[in-house]
Every structure is written in C-alpha cells, then in structure tokens.
C-alpha cells in the first residue's frame, strides 16, 4: 500500500499555527455526551452566547439523566437566549431518546470500547448529527486521531491549496472532509483544527483576511496571487 502524499507545507504550516496560538482548545469537554450537548447549543451563536447557554443548560439539569428525563420544552428554557432554542431542544430530545434506547443510560462512554470507524458510524446514527459534529466528539473527547473540518478549516485548507471543492458551491461535502482528513497527518490533526479555527476567527476570515499579518502567509498561494494584482 502506497504511503500518504501529504501537502509539502502541512508540517511547517502546523508549526508556525501552534507557536502562534498554542493549540487552545476553544472550550470544548472531554465527556462525550456534554461535548455533544455543547456544540448543538453553539449552533448558530457566538461563543460567549453558547458558552453561556451550555453552562445554564448544566445549571437547570445537573445530571444527563436529568437531561434525558425533561420535556423539549423545559430544555428549552434554559438555552433560549443562545437563539433556535426550540430546534435546539427538540434535538437534544431526540438524540437523547437515541442514546438511552441504545445504552441503557445517557451515556456515550460506551463509544470509548469502539473503533473510530464504529464510534463515528453510531454518532452519525444520531438525529442531526454531520461527520463535522461526529468527528468533534471523537477528537475532543474520545482522543481519536480524526480531522473535523469546520468552516474555518475548509476555507484555509482550499486558501493553501491542499485541497479543492467537489461541490459547484464550493462547500464542504462530507466525502470532501475524508478527502482533506487523508491529506494530514494522524498526529496533526488537532492541532491544526484548533488553531486552524483560531487563525480563521482572527486573521484568515471569509471576507477580507489580513494576510499581512497572517504567520503562516509566506507558505500561502493566496498571496502570490493578492501582490500580483
């Protein structure tokens, strides 16, 4: 079996991103199930907001079991001001419902005995769940070597030419996220998703990025192609 070709940059690239932001991990949960529950209620909201949200969702029900037993609508209520609380909630509902079918309990400490391919395949059984969220849960809480590719990361991977969009929109479809996680490096991948995030929300933004103060620009197509205009 031939080796992975891998882009000429990645290495340096992932060098220069975690002296610049030192791999923070944007508050995300090593329990599976509260890493679950926190990226649904920072769907469509800001990161104080979600955070926020999350904390008075933990305030209102300190157990999961708590969680699982409560009506859409009382979930709702703590979340509300994190905005689409009542999708929200119905989704937390019905995941939940999911996982207590399957385990007996609110519980996906159970996924930690599975092999990624199986852990990832039970996630994405959940209602509502992408391969961006499934593999969040894997890398943050579960430890595994996946790749999530969040907006941030898609459009920085496509800014440093190491991959292209399948899609005549030009977003990310999920065999484009298997396309892009076989182009890194297992032991890469989080930290280039977690500072790759960063660098997306301070520098390298969809409009307008700041590519002279970017510290990964000197190894950035991009750039060649802004001077020469």
């Known amino acids: 079996m031939a080796s992975p070709k891998y882009p000429p ?19 995300n949960l090593k329990n599976p199930l509260d890493e679950l529950l926190f990226i649904i209620c920072s769907t469509k909201t800001g990161e104080a907001s979600y955070r926020s949200t999350f904390r008075s969702l933990k305030e209102t029900f300190p157990t999961h079991l708590h969680i699982a037993e409560a009506p859409a609508e009382y979930i709702a209520r703590p979340i509300v001001s994190g905005g689409l609380s009542n999708q929200k909630a119905k989704a937390i509902r ?6 207590v079918a399957e385990f007996g309990e609110p ?4 996924l930690r005995k599975k092999s990624d391919a199986d852990a990832e395949a039970f996630l994405l059984s959940l209602p509502g ?21 969040d907006t941030h990361c898609w459009r920085i991977a496509r800014r440093l030419g190491w991959v292209r969009p399948t899609q005549k929109d030009k977003h990310c479809a999920p065999r484009d996220m298997d396309r892009l996680q076989s182009k890194i490096p297992p032991e890469l991948r989080y930290s280039l998703h977690v500072n790759m995030i960063s660098l997306g929300r301070e520098i390298c933004t969809a409009t307008s990025p700041r590519c002279e103060e970017c510290p990964i620009a000197v190894w950035c197509p991009r750039i060649g192609v802004v001077r020469s205009k």
């Open 9 to 27: 940059t990645v290495l340096n690239v992932a060098a220069a991103l975690t002296t610049r932001y030192r791999d923070f991990n944007h508050y």
């Open 94 to 99: 019905d995941l939940l419902d999911v996982i």
């Open 107 to 110: 519980t996906l400490k159970p």
């Open 129 to 149: 769940v992408g391969k961006k969220v499934a593999r969040c849960v894997l890398m943050y809480s579960l430890g595994r070597q996946v790749l999530p590719v």
